[in-house]
């Protein structure tokens, strides 16, 4: 992420915080009359912000074409240049996602639990939208349209704060999908972009409490790690996976083989692909040399414990203490022979990131005590890391995946974009004056 | 809440920190070995734990003694100093609650969602403990009992960080749980005391990232928007009411009445009482000299507008901007007349904090609009304020009332105090070279 601009003075800095919190303001109002729109307007909606993507694809290409010269000229390297490229089959893809999303049930209105008390009260337990979300993410612009569908669809508005080097594109973009929202008579601010230029937008669209109801940020771990810790509005930590293939003493060799290398090679920049393998010292001796060897054959380089080193091949290099805490994203993978399966266990729990850890076993026993003692959003028994997936869940979508534990864990959809609201029906009901008070009421 | 250190060194604040994050990491072992105690297990250590407060109380009573000494030599106001007492009736209270506790169902292990996926594999979510939770509360003991019971019957671990006004009963409490626990064979660290005569504990705690899965705050404004803001953990803000009662034009003027009382007058201290009443003009000739009169035989100070000044009576002062936004947990209640329901709904908007909003009328678009437009964690039709509360929503105990948005909203029982995981069992599943990577995937 670039800036272009560096200390700005502290009036430019006063009008930045007021220009980030007037959006917010105008989003909640927004979020007020969109939470109020039937299933029917909000998939009308959808369908009609693809057809515009579509229909006014040029306008999207000219302003892409001068955020990748812009990006070129400053010297990105050809692999983000290509994350920022649009083209007609990309904008395709972006309009074919908000169909999806338009096919989708709506979470909103949906009665999570009812019950008639006692005293005949009538209580439900509805969803409803969470209200102003706030998304940062990096230069991929086709997270401007995603995150929008999915926001909208929950009825939610979306403060979008993406990369300066994608902000001639996101604008483009974000004008011509707030124009469908007011044609289809919602308003407009429900999309919003922020500006880009410096990083205090974020800080102050993560601070906004009051007005910003969740924040999300998509994005590697650096930015991650910078909006979970400075946030004081409620923030949803996603995406990083330090994902390790655990093969156990009692595992098919052959399933094992094929599970790591689906998990590792699959595709290596993912964040549910494994960047660890542990091995069971019991099978180490016939399991080890063709895992080396396969991953050799994928391209892929091992950083192996002394065991590891000692079995050895042309890919194989000594780990570093530091290996075992890093997400790859390439191709690259840290072994290491572990004397048991509490072993595994313990070493999952210091090194995972809490995304997706696997077992490869035949013990029901080991299956069993694995799936019951690691700490992590997906826990597969002889299946990839990969299948950890919003699309593969059956969530038609997802806006990223939780890694910690409040809210959502996993693959968050439609519904993990919502919130909860207790209504209940009476008829002059009121309490008895014997009864308690709330147990937790700091003052009763 | 007062601290006994004043300008500690750095060694000091250093020390301090290490003694937090060590315990946090105690904590945090604990958990692993909680997460897979049975519900048999935990509910005979929490029969135990009833059991042995009750017959250790002598122990507990003289060490409250000493704080409530302590408190009246320093001058504490009376009604502080009777919620920091501690007597063999409310030794008898906690026991009792920590039954009730034991009785609930148990959330961990509950099959939330479940499936085959088009391709054979077996998909779960399952509900898992949070791990270790964090509690920051004020000066009543009994928070200790019942914290302790909800967050172990939850399998979760539990830091406690109370006032220190109450440090040598919670000392001593703590000391008999976690004896309990140990007798139990499961680790006496599920819960621990934390310091609590410098301020900077609480800091430690609700920055250990990594180390502490959630913190709830339980306490007045202050403590929680203090807990809130400076988190790096995720938060729960729990227990501000500034609640509204709401008479529509087409509202029965005896139920209005009733359901004004009981909202208001009932207890006065407590969260979910009512500190606003808003009338429709229209029925506002007819119902508020009755209210007024009403909520002067209760005691009740009404702060009005300039219409409700007009009608007078010899407890009506005008209110102040101020007034909208207080929270007053006493006998005090601001009164405004609003032209229409968008009226209502409007102000709530504008001064309401989420907790618990009423509406009184006849009119079913009236109610439907109101409970559709107001955001709020309850929203009661015909109905008192007082019923939101875990014990009247059926959730046999709580730990807090959530006014947040993100992961519990409203009365937060055992199953607020869970996360889950996906469980996902396979035959040696892996997932097709062509298949997309997740759409929310940073470097996909």
Known sequence: MTTS????????GDELREQVLAAA????????????ATRDAKDALLHAMADALVRRAPEILAANERDVAAARESGMAEGLVDRLSLSTDRIAAMADGLRTVAGLPDPVGEVVRGQVLPNGLQLQQVRVPLGVVGIVYEGR???????????????????LRGSSSAENSNAVLVSILSDVVAEHGLPADAVQLLPCHDRASVKHLITARGLVDVVIPRGGAGLISAVV???????????????????????????ALRILLNSKARRVS??????????HADIADEFLPK?????????????????????GGPNVVPATEEDWDTEYLSADIAVAVVESLPAAVEHIRTHGSGHTEAIVTNDVRAARRFTAQVDAAAVMVNASTAFTDGGEFGMGAEIGISTQKLHARGPMGLPELTSTKWLAFGDGHVRGAGAPAPTSCPNA
Chains 1, 2 share one sequence.
């Open 270 to 279: 993912v964040c549910n692909a494994a960047e660890n393998l542990l091995v």
């Open 25 to 36: 303001r105008r989003a909640r109002e927004a979020a007020a009359e969109l939470a109020l």
């Open 141 to 159: 612009p086709n997270v401007t349209a995603d995150a929008a569908g999915l926001t909208l669809k929950s009825g939610n508005a979306v403060l």
């Open 291 to 311: 895992a080396l060897a396969e991953l050799n054959s994928a391209g892929v380089t091992v950083h192996g414990d002394e065991r590891v080193v000692a079995v």
């Open 229 to 255: 810790e400075q946030a004081t509005v409620p923030a949803i930590e996603t995406g990083v996976g330090n994902c390790h293939v655990y093969v156990d003493a009692q595992a098919d060799a052959d399933t």
């Open 5 to 12: 601009t560096q200390n700005p003075t502290k009036a430019q």
